[in-house]
């Protein structure tokens, strides 16, 4: 049978393509087809090209995927794979999130120059990153760090990093995983202590909402409870969002058709934190969300998000 052939969608970082081409090896066993029924198709985005401020100050999340958003509603692409840490919660009229592949680890990796944990570094070492998630949660425990700016893929953050330009960095587990370069984390952090981004470790799968063929395509590989829990998560991110200075962290949990949500807000500084659980079916993932974001701004109040503005 003749197949048209399929445009695979991302951005250009070793990441990117390493997640774009397991979405093509998923659908490529899911659906018997060849590797030539696909093509990749590269695309830079404005987050791969600011490199010299953070993103929260550049204009946040959609920086990563807007031109992916265009070519996919030009027709140029056929599906876009993205980190769902990276996608909006609102997303362009005419598409949607069809598929979320298996949750890899949801933690983080702490990577050393010279030590090996967060605590064994002397006082005033310098941590490198650019998330505000990860600064607030660093200086929680190590008040006396000094967290500086730190852009780039994961390649350029490790080259600064043994350039000396820091002491000691944090990346994602599974970004690392999928590089096949979980070896250069010198420890993992807790996730209790230390919470992931709100859908770290989920790779999703962007389409045209009108797209039938793709979306019955990518029924085949979309994972139950990775959706389950990002639906809870993306919605406890929606009501949050707005301030997206805010640092964030959470985890949606799924097992046995029950979900169980943790949510942490901070300020940058690490000083103040409010913590929100939300339990349920897994049925009711969006309600589930959004009801603990309701509850942890009304518990936390509005001057929480605009006292450091
Ligand atoms: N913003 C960059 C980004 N987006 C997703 C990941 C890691 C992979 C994932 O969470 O799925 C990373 C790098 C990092 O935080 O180390």
């Known amino acids: 049978m003749q197949t ?3 445009r695979i969608g991302t951005r250009g970082s070793l990441l990117a393509q390493a997640q774009a081409a397991e979405t093509r090896a998923r659908l490529m066993a899911a659906h018997s087809l060849p590797e030539d029924a696909f093509e990749i198709v590269v695309i830079s985005t404005s ?6 401020r953070p993103l929260s100050e550049a204009g946040g999340k959609g920086l990563f995927t807007k031109e992916i958003e265009e070519a996919l509603l030009d027709g140029r692409i056929d599906l876009a794979v993205h980190s769902s840490k990276d996608m909006p919660t609102v997303l362009p009229e005419g598409l949607e999130i069809t598929a979320f592949l298996e949750r890899e680890d949801v933690r983080d990796a702490f990577i050393g120059r010279s030590v090996e944990a967060i605590g064994e570094l002397p006082e005033g070492a310098r941590l490198g ?4 998630r990860r600064q607030a949660l660093v200086l929680r425990m190590r ?16 080259r600064k990093l043994e350039e000396g330009l820091a002491d000691g960095t944090l990346l994602a587990l599974a970004g690392l995983k999928r590089l096949v370069m979980e070896h250069v984390a010198t420890a993992i952090m807790d996730p209790e202590i230390f919470p992931p981004a709100l859908g770290q470790g989920a790779i999703c799968i962007e389409s045209r909402s009108d797209d039938g063929r793709i979306r019955s395509m990518l029924e085949a590989i979309h994972h139950e409870e990775t959706g389950a829990a990002l639906t809870c998560e993306r919605a406890f991110l929606a009501v949050l969002d707005g301030s997206c200075r805010t640092p964030i962290a959470g985890l949606a949990k799924v ?3 029950r979900i169980s949500f943790s949510g942490l807000i901070l300020t940058p500084d690490g ?10 079916r897994a049925a009711e993932a969006a309600e589930i969300g959004a009801d603990a974001g ?12 605009d006292s450091w503005d």
């Open 4 to 6: 048209d052939l399929i």
């Open 47 to 52: 987050g791969d090209r600011i490199q010299d």
């Open 129 to 132: 990153t650019s998330s505000l």
């Open 143 to 158: 008040p006396d760090l000094e967290v500086g700016m730190f852009r780039g893929n994961v390649q350029t953050r490790l």
């Open 255 to 257: 097992e046995g058709g």
């Open 271 to 280: 000083r103040l934190s409010h913590e929100i659980g939300g339990e349920g």
């Open 294 to 305: 309701k509850r942890i701004r009304d518990k936390a109040g509005a001057q929480f998000f």
